[in-house]
């Protein structure tokens, strides 16, 4: 469906500009925040690969945009987060981009685990995410221009902890990963700092999407009828961060109920994600260091 007349207003009027000249990557675009957020992206002018684990599935999301908006820049890639193998291939073969937005991710997947052996939802959320940074970051480094590094996270890292022992447990695991995304995106804006490499984060506060549907359980039916945010008005982060001057390390969502509702705004850093960091990131490097001896 294509963005209501109101979101392209507010597009107009408060996302000045133009990203002609941007080409941006968008993980997980096929359907949800991911689909609309290209949408928002494409409107504004840029190209944009969809990056997806399910190559039909991004074809159809490529096909729809393209009704949308013919002759414009859009391209599909495979790269499925919960898998290294998929990861490397897919940095191996990106194109320069100016910018790069994780967005995939997965809800509850009770006792599934991903191909390297993680539980699905850390596996994904996290592992993936911090993975796909350790190859295509190093590359982005060296390509010379100024690049916007995004990573979704959601209001929920803020009441996460993370324990070792506890790390790969099916409970709380969402709110985990999204908490260790925002230490890990901490992390890099340290890392990254005075580079061509600028690191933000982005959420879209509650909207009600797959993820949604299993977060609300036995309640969906309740929740659809909620004043949530629209998909689509949950969507416009990427795009209002995208052309306004934020401060590298910022955190861009809504703007009212403590994040959960409203248009994009910068988002006070929560002291949760700032603490912690140095173990998390031994932790995970040593996780990986693991997949990698038994890779062939
Ligand atoms: N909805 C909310 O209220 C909310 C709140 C806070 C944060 N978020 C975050 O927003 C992001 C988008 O979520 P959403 O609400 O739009 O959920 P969604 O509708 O379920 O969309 C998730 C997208 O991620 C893709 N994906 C899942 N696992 C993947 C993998 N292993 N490799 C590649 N792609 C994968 C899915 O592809 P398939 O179609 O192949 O499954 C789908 O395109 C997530 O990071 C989520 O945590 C959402």
Redesign the pocket.
Known sequence: MALSEKTKRYIRKNCKGTLADKRVII??????????TAETLVYLGASVIL????PE?AERAKNSLLEEYPGTDIRTMT?????FK?IDAFAENMPDVDVFI??????HRPGQK?KDGFETVMG??YM?VYYIGEKVLPKLEKCGHDVAYIN?????HKIARVDFDRFYDNSGS?FR??LCVARYSEYLNNKYKGTNIHIFMT??????????AH?FGRFYVLAKIMP?NS?EK?SLSAAWLLTHDVTDGGVVGPNKLLGGWGYPEINKKSKRAQRDIEPLINYTQKEIEKVNLTKV
């Not at 990056?51 to 399910?54: D, H, I, P, T, V």
């Not at 979704?152 to 929920?156: A, D, G, K, P, R």
């Open positions: 993980t997980g675009a096929n359907g949800g925040i991911g689909y609309k990056a997806c684990r399910n599935k790269l499925d987060v919960a898998d998929s994780n967005n995939a991710g997965v809800f991903t994904t959320n993936g979704t996270i959601s209001l929920v969402y990963s999204k959420h879209p506060g509650i909207t009600i999407t797959s993820i949604a977060i949530f998909v949950s």
